[in-house]
C-alpha cells in the first residue's frame, strides 16, 4: 500500500553507508496548517538521490510505503520514500484515470450551503451530514 503527502523540504540529510552494501538518506518534510507536523522520511539504496535535486525550503511531493520490523521484542517503523517530485510538478500532471470509472455514471454534488445570517445559534448546525 503506497500514501503521498506534500510539504515544506524541512532538513535533508547526508547519505549514510550503513555497510558496506547498504547506504540510507534521511529527510524531514514540514506540513501545513493550522498545527505543522514534522515528518521523517528514509531513502534506501539507488533511491538516495532523489533527494538530490531538491534543496530545504522546497515544496515536495513524497510517495512512499509503510515498513515496519521487529528486533529483540522492539517494533520499528520507517516511511520509506520511493518517489519525490516538486509540488508544481505533482500538481501539473493530470492524475491516471481509474480503471472502471465508465461503468458508473457520474454523479453531481449540490453545493455546500451556509446558514443564513439572521439564523440563532440554536439553527446553526456545523454537522457534514
Known amino acids: 500500500m503506497s ?4 510539504g515544506k523540504a524541512h532538513k ?4 549514510e553507508n550503513k555497510t558496506d552494501t547498504f547506504q540510507a538518506r534521511e529527510f524531514v518534510i514540514e506540513t501545513e ?4 507536523q514534522y515528518i521523517k522520511f528514509q531513502l534506501t539504496q539507488d533511491r538516495c538521490g532523489l533527494m538530490d535535486n ?18 529483540n521484542e522492539k517494533y520499528f517503523t520507517n516511511l520509506n520514500a520511493w518517489r519525490v ?4 510538478a505533482a500538481a501539473a500532471a493530470p492524475p491516471p484515470a481509474a480503471a472502471g470509472t ?5 454523479q453531481e454534488y449540490p453545493a455546500a450551503t451556509t446558514p ?3 439564523a440563532g445559534a ?8
Not at 500514501?3 to 506534500?6: A, G, M, V
Not at 535533508?12 to 547519505?15: A, C
Open 85 to 88: 517530485e516538486a509540488a508544481a
Open 12 to 15: 535533508i540529510f547526508d547519505t
Open 122 to 129: 440554536s439553527d446553526f448546525d456545523d454537522l457534514p451530514f
Open 33 to 36: 496548517g493550522q498545527y505543522p
Open 102 to 106: 465508465g461503468d458508473f455514471p457520474s
Open 54 to 71: 531538491h534543496k530545504e525550503g522546497d515544496m515536495i511531493k513524497v510517495y512512499f510505503d509503510l515498513r515496519g520490523r521487529e528486533w
Open 116 to 118: 443564513k445570517a439572521d
Open 3 to 6: 500514501f503521498e503527502i506534500e
